[in-house]
């Protein structure tokens, strides 16, 4: 037996991908139709009928079928993105196996969420803010689902537009006794921001927020001679980037994509950091937070900016983020393949320790 381990590397990150050739097991005598011989279904079945976990709220019966999801004859759902590797119309459809589904494009159903008044689930306001005359400026996502689809959940997708829209949803979700949860780029593994069984819950994103002054976006300049950033905590890594790139910077460390958004990656410890560097978070030296009642406050003592890293939301909601730069005018990712004799744990770490840190110019 032989395992492969191909590396990712970005900037400082590293990321180990492992796999496995094994020998082929020996083919059963009885054929596809001996009874010890289990049945193989068609190719990409297995991927058909991944597992996923939607809450029981989600899963109720739709009134309109499976397609057409808010019954004006016209199908929603149905079609699979095979590049992105998930249902089309993420707002109406999820992933949804049922057999005897042939193609991955059948099990992409509409989410199905009953519309309880008096609910989160069943509120308009959060649902359809633009259109409901909702007392917050903000655009409904939809309902909110980790970033693969394997969390559905029937919590309402929120996302306000300026610190005015935040402090008037916080606001009404205080006066209707609604929780309100907040979410990044939904890459956190499913149920850590909620598992969609409280019909009270609604979920809040920055992906539509604009910050005041330099907490949007802004660098300054350290006695030191080193630079900090300020950056929307709304933005994602590639945000970021297309602003200091251009300048020669880099942030210390780094996670194993582009794509998740500053305040989650502070918030909770999203794809970890790099071996020599840590964390991100722990390069934050200010942080612009709204608190439970819309209060605005600017962290940077590190006695208290110690307590809102990697605490997944519970301080309050992180509006904007300080980072600490470094200089790097060239940034290469690529990838080194290493196949091992044996698999053991000495192969393992010589591979983890050696290779993988090689941090090759």
């Known amino acids: 037996m032989s395992r492969v381990l191909r590396v990712l590397t970005a900037g400082l990150g590293v990321g180990v991908v492992v796999t496995e050739s094994a020998a082929v097991a020996p083919q059963c005598s009885g054929g596809s139709g001996n009874a010890s011989c289990p049945s193989r279904g068609p190719q990409g079945v297995d991927l058909m009928q ?23 004859g016209v199908q929603d759902c149905g079609k699979w993105d095979y590049r992105m590797g998930m249902c ?6 999820g992933h949804l196996y049922k057999f005897p589904d042939a193609s991955l494009d059948r099990s992409c159903r509409c989410r199905r969420c009953p519309a309880v008044p ?3 689930f069943g509120d308009a306001m959060l649902n359809n803010p633009e259109q409901a005359g909702a007392p ?3 655009m409904s996502w939809g309902l909110f689902k980790t970033w693969a689809d394997h969390m559905n ?13 935040l402090r008037n949803l916080l606001a009404y979700a205080r006066e209707k006794g609604y929780k309100v949860r907040i979410s990044g780029a939904g890459h956190s593994a499913g149920g850590i921001v909620t598992d969609g069984q409280n019909r009270q819950v609604l979920v809040l994103s920055l992906a539509e927020y604009t910050a005041p002054g330099e907490w949007e976006f802004g660098i300054r300049d350290m006695p030191n001679g080193s630079k900090r950033a300020t950056a929307n905590a709304g933005w994602t890594q590639f945000h970021l980037f297309e602003k200091i790139r251009p300048l020669g910077f880099f942030v210390p460390a780094q996670t194993a994509g582009y794509f998740f958004s500053l305040g989650g ?4 410890s999203v794809h970890g950091g790099s071996y020599r560097a840590g964390f991100i978070h722990s390069y934050v030296t200010r942080m612009r937070v709204m608190l439970f009642d819309g209060s605005i406050k600017i962290i940077e003592a590190e006695e208290d900016l110690r307590y809102w890293r990697c605490s997944f939301g519970l301080h309050g909601i992180i509006l904007g983020v300080e980072m600490q730069l470094e200089q790097r005018e060239q940034l290469q990712m690529y990838a080194v393949k290493e196949k091992m004799s044996a698999w053991n744990s000495e192969e393992f770490w010589k591979f983890i320790k050696h290779t993988a840190e090689a941090d090759l110019p």
Do not use: K
């Open 118 to 120: 008096g609910t989160a």
């Open 50 to 72: 991944r597992s996923f976990v939607h809450s029981e709220l989600a899963m109720a019966q739709h009134l309109h079928g499976d397609y057409d999801c808010d019954g004006d």
């Open 153 to 165: 959940t029937c919590a309402p997708w929120v996302m306000p537009r300026d610190d005015t829209a």
């Open 88 to 93: 089309t119309n993420q707002q109406m459809c």
């Open 265 to 268: 990656i502070v918030a909770n």
């Open 136 to 138: 917050f400026n903000a």
